[in-house]
Each structure stands twice: as structure tokens, then as C-alpha cells.
């Protein structure tokens, strides 16, 4: 049995979305900014789909002196999931699973095989919500709104590669403080878009605004909502082939308890949750504590760092709404000493690997894709130190 190691942990980040799929923030720099201001060490980009804001991420790393750890969000289906209702990480649509890829090689080195992969799935987003700025305009000329969108005027100034739908609920409510300077007429008008319906948050609050007009009118039953097809999914299995192919570890993002304290069909039995992934050969996971009760998040991740995971925390800032980037749990609080130290040796682990794949080296996983859980303290010591160099250097 290996002997523990004994390092001092550093505050990490490890998922946040950037404006390169969509975030609370304007550009990445402003993350770097509010993670120097809060002494966050560790900074983990995690985008759907996509893997362009990476170089200015190195650049912006290097500039701050933050390690950063290159990682990728997708939206899998699993099919058999689905087929018999199991809601997985997603607790509205049985089958979708969220997925993420940590510590991919960099710089990338994608075949023709897996570019094609990424491009069709990011080509399936962008039509879906074409489809949807057309229906939306389409009820704007109905209700004579006196305005309209095109697909790539809103892409061109809200999105970098992927138009999702909050692009849209922020471009609709700028043009309508646009449109109407007066903060009544605001209010009525978008009344008027919600089909008379009240509006709940204030005329400052962009994220609720923004928020209810995704619900209103670009979830199920809204005006312009299109459903996604199932193109625009690929499997998990497909996932994490691409994953691997990119030198990173497959990892699960845990949703764990929701505002209710109720958990999916999937995640509600953790050894049964364990067994799922490691069947899959899944030996890392991430959760955004944030939206967890404290006692909870603390004991599924004891259960899971006893199990030899690689464990991550992030604040995921995938709304408008701008939260500080240090990780606090669902009451507001800083993590336990304990779960720091989990969050940063998970991503020691993940550094040690991303470091040594990029010099074409084993890294954590072996040639089949399992995870080297007998060598984890050997990682932790690695990354520790990769990461302590990278800071102070």
C-alpha cells in the first residue's frame, strides 16, 4: 500500500465555462483577474463542446502565473438510459448524461476522425438554435415587436463558435432595454412575451430576467423552443473514445442533491453509482458544491476518495449570474480543510497527467483506459510539485 502524501493544498477551481460555450463572464481574463484577487491557484477551463478558448487560456495561465488544467464538457445520450426513463445528471430528460474530459492534451492533436466528431456535434447546437432565433422571430413579428435577430449578427456578438440558447435570452433582453429605455415599458413588454404572464424578477436582475426568458420562451412548451434531436448527442461510449483520443480521463460530473434534497435515479444509490462507472472505466468525478447541502456533498465524496477517485470541485458559471470564483458550498460557506485537500490532490492528479501526456508519456490512465489508482499518491506528489513550480516560477 502506498504511503500517504502529505502536501499543503492551494485553492483550485477545476470547471468553469468561458465565453467560448457560455459564461457569467465577458472575456477568460476577467476569470484570471478574480482568481488572483481570491488567491485561486488552479484554474480548470471546461467549455461544451469546444476547445478554442485554450490558447488564450495557456496565455492568460502563463501571464497570472495559475496553472491551468485543459478539460471539455460534452451532452452524451445513452440510449438504454433513456429508453427506460433513468434520469442520469440531468434531472429533466432521462438518457442525457453530461460528460467531461480532464487534463487533455496541449497543444491538441486531434486525427480526422475525432475534428469530424467534434464539428458535426458542434454544427447540431448551432442548428438547433438557428432553428430557434427563427421561431422566436416569428412570434416577435405575431406580437409586432417592430424588431428581429439573425443567427450571425447574435453569434458574431455574443458567442466565439456555439450560438446556446442563453446567447439568445441575453441578445432579447439587451434589445429590449434597448428598444425600451423606460424601465415600466421593459417590464410590459416582456409581459407581453411571456403571453401576459408576471414578470418575477426585477428590471437590474439580468441573470433572473434572462433566466425566465429561457424558461418562458426557449424550454418546453415556450413559443421558441425547438427540441433537440438526438444528432445532436453522441453516445458516452463515443465521449469517451474522444476523451482518450485527446489524452485526457473520462470524468462524471456528479449532480448529487438538488434544492429538495432529492437525487436522480442514477446517482441516488452510490455503490451502485460506483459500480456504473467503473464498469465503464469512469475513475474521476466533479461536483459544483455550490448547489449541494454541505453534510451530503461531504459524505459522497468521502465514499468516492476512499474508493482511490480523482475528485474535482468547480463553480461550473454557466448562467449570467456572476459568482466568485473560489468554490463555496450550497449554504455559502468555504469548504472543510478536508475537502480542499481532496480538491486540490484531485487536481494535482490531473496535472501530473496532462503534463506528462503532453510529453508523450503514460499519464495516469494505462494503454487500455483504466486508471492507475495503485500509483494515485506517486500522481499527487508529481502534481503537487508541477503546480507549485508553474505559480512561483
Known amino acids: 500500500m502506498e504511503t500517504k502524501t502529505m502536501i499543503s493544498p492551494v485553492s483550485v477551481n477545476g470547471h468553469f465555462h468561458t465565453p467560448y460555450s457560455f459564461s457569467a463572464f465577458s472575456a477568460i481574463e476577467q476569470v484570471f483577474e478574480m482568481a488572483s484577487q481570491e488567491a485561486v491557484q488552479v484554474l480548470g477551463i471546461n467549455d461544451f463542446y469546444t476547445t478554442d478558448g485554450y490558447g488564450e487560456f495557456a496565455l492568460l495561465a502563463e501571464k497570472y502565473k495559475i496553472y491551468p488544467l485543459f478539460n471539455i464538457e460534452f451532452m452524451a445520450l445513452q440510449k438504454d438510459l433513456q429508453a427506460d426513463g433513468v434520469r442520469v445528471n440531468d434531472p429533466n430528460n432521462p438518457g442525457r448524461t453530461y460528460f467531461s474530459g480532464k487534463g487533455l492534451r496541449y497543444p491538441l492533436q486531434f486525427n480526422a476522425e475525432m475534428m469530424d466528431r467534434l464539428f ?7 442548428r438547433q438554435t438557428a432553428q430557434m432565433v427563427d421561431k422566436l422571430n416569428e412570434f416577435l413579428q ?9 443567427f450571425k449578427q447574435v453569434k458574431e456578438k455574443y458567442a466565439k463558435n456555439i450560438l446556446r440558447e442563453r446567447h439568445i435570452a441575453k441578445a432579447l433582453r439587451e434589445k429590449v432595454v434597448e ?6 415599458k421593459q417590464k410590459a413588454f416582456i409581459q407581453k412575451l411571456f403571453s401576459g404572464k408576471e414578470v418575477k424578477s426585477s428590471m437590474d436582475d439580468f ?3 434572462e433566466n425566465e426568458i429561457r424558461g418562458n420562451l426557449l424550454k418546453s412548451g415556450g413559443r421558441a423552443f425547438v427540441p433537440e434531436d438526438d444528432k445532436a448527442f453522441l453516445s458516452l ?3 469517451i473514445e474522444f476523451i482518450l483520443h485527446a489524452g485526457g480521463i473520462p470524468c462524471y460530473p456528479v449532480l448529487l442533491d438538488d434544492v429538495k434534497g432529492n437525487f436522480t435515479d442514477y446517482e441516488g444509490d452510490y455503490q451502485k453509482l460506483y459500480e456504473s462507472l467503473v464498469e465503464k472505466s469512469v475513475y474521476s468525478i466533479e461536483l459544483i458544491p455550490g448547489r449541494n447541502k454541505p453534510a451530503i456533498l461531504e459524505d459522497f465524496v468521502r465514499y468516492f476518495n476512499e474508493k482511490g477517485f480523482v475528485i474535482t470541485f468547480g463553480t461550473e458559471h454557466n448562467t449570467p449570474k456572476l459568482d466568485p470564483i473560489t468554490v463555496f458550498d450550497g449554504e455559502g460557506n468555504e469548504l472543510s480543510e478536508e475537502m480542499k485537500q481532496i480538491a ?4 494535482c492528479v490531473i496535472a501530473a497527467h496532462q503534463e506528462l501526456v503532453r510529453k508523450d508519456e503514460d499519464g495516469f490512465l494505462d494503454a487500455s483506459g483504466k486508471a492507475k489508482l495503485s500509483e494515485r499518491e506517486l500522481f499527487i506528489g508529481m502534481g503537487d510539485e508541477i503546480i507549485k513550480n508553474f505559480v512561483r516560477k
Request: hydrophobic share 35%; no cysteine.
Open 120 to 126: 458535426k456535434v458542434q454544427d447540431e447546437s448551432n
Open 179 to 184: 428598444v425600451y429605455p423606460d424601465v415600466e
Open 207 to 209: 441573470a433572473g430576467l
Open 344 to 347: 486540490y490532490e484531485g487536481a
Open 142 to 150: 405575431e406580437i409586432e415587436a417592430g424588431f428581429q435577430f439573425s
Open 237 to 239: 461510449e463515443q465521449v
